[in-house]
């Protein structure tokens, strides 16, 4: 009978300690790095307003928009090349120079549409550092959150 309850009180021993050890968070180990670096400091850290984004070379969002932008650009420019023809010397000249501009544009967008966005990190934004001078900090942090990065 001995053993059943010592079965039972391990079993429930082992129960109670892995619900205690709850997988940390991303967020959660951004901060406690951030502790970690700031707890030989008299400054107080503020996480309440705190955000963890994704960093990327290049934000999927202005990847998308050069695209969309090369593709109107594009358009743009067929137009224009059609319309010269139809046009006088002086006319033509100007609207040459505006589709020279527009041309670069385009060059510069198709480079950036050749960088595809990587993930390169974390940052972890809107940390509150109270004491002798108050500021709000970004963080930076490599992929596995093991370490700021600058």
């Known amino acids: 009978m001995k053993k059943i309850y010592y079965c039972y009180f391990l079993l429930l021993f082992v129960v109670i300690i892995s619900c205690r050890r709850t997988p940390k968070t991303d967020q959660d180990r951004a901060i406690a790095l951030v502790e970690s670096r ?12 705190a955000k963890l984004d994704s960093l990327y070379n290049i934000s999927p969002a202005a990847y998308a928009d050069s695209i969309k932008k090369g593709n109107e650009l594009d358009a743009t420019l067929a137009q224009l090349e059609s319309e010269i023809e139809h046009l006088s010397q002086a006319e033509s000249d100007s609207v040459g120079l ?3 501009r527009l041309t670069k544009e385009r060059y510069h967008l198709l480079e950036l549409a050749k960088t595809k966005p990587t993930f390169t990190g974390w ?18 942090f490599d992929k596995e959150i093991t370490k700021i990065v600058e």
Do not use: R
């Open 38 to 49: 700031y707890k030989d400091s008299d400054q107080k850290l503020n996480f309440d307003s």
């Open 98 to 100: 505006i589709s020279a």
């Open 123 to 140: 940052t972890l934004t809107g940390v509150n550092i109270e004491g002798p001078q108050p500021a709000v900090k970004n963080f930076n």
